[in-house]
């Protein structure tokens, strides 16, 4: 019962910000998702419903990345390389419901020193 609660409420929170926050095409989407073992995050269009960058730890060279602060730091520096090769300049960034603190402010830090504009 208690989770439930949480978890709609969590669920509120998401809604809340996705309606002040859209993504274009000139302007995408940055969402980050933590979960306990992964971090996945990906800039949408969400005019055209499409994703134009995706990293996340679960595969490729990345995958040595763990859930932690660090690990947002590798992988904020590695969305924002892989957003400029993509032709992204600039985002509007999707923290999805979670406090702007700890993992997700290391991730949005790294995001912007690896050259993204939010």
Not at 8 to 28: D, F, M, Y
Not at 40 to 48: M, R
Not at 80 to 100: H, L, Q
Not at 103 to 118: I, P, T
Request: charge should be positive; charged fraction near 30%.
């Amino acid at each position: 019962m208690k989770l439930q609660k949480k978890q709609s409420l969590a669920q509120k929170r998401r809604w809340r910000i996705r309606k002040k926050v859209q993504g274009s095409a000139e302007r995408p989407r940055l969402t980050v998702h933590f979960s306990n073992k992964h971090i996945y995050a990906q800039c949408i269009d969400d005019v055209a419903g499409h994703t134009l960058a995706y990293v996340s730890s679960v595969g490729g060279k990345d995958a040595a990345v763990k859930a932690n602060n660090d690990g947002a730091i590798t992988l904020g520096k590695a969305i924002a390389e892989k957003a400029k090769s993509a032709g992204i300049e600039s985002v509007v960034f999707d923290r999805a419901g979670r406090r702007y603190h700890g993992c997700v402010k290391s991730f949005a830090e790294a995001a912007r020193e690896g050259g993204l504009q939010f």
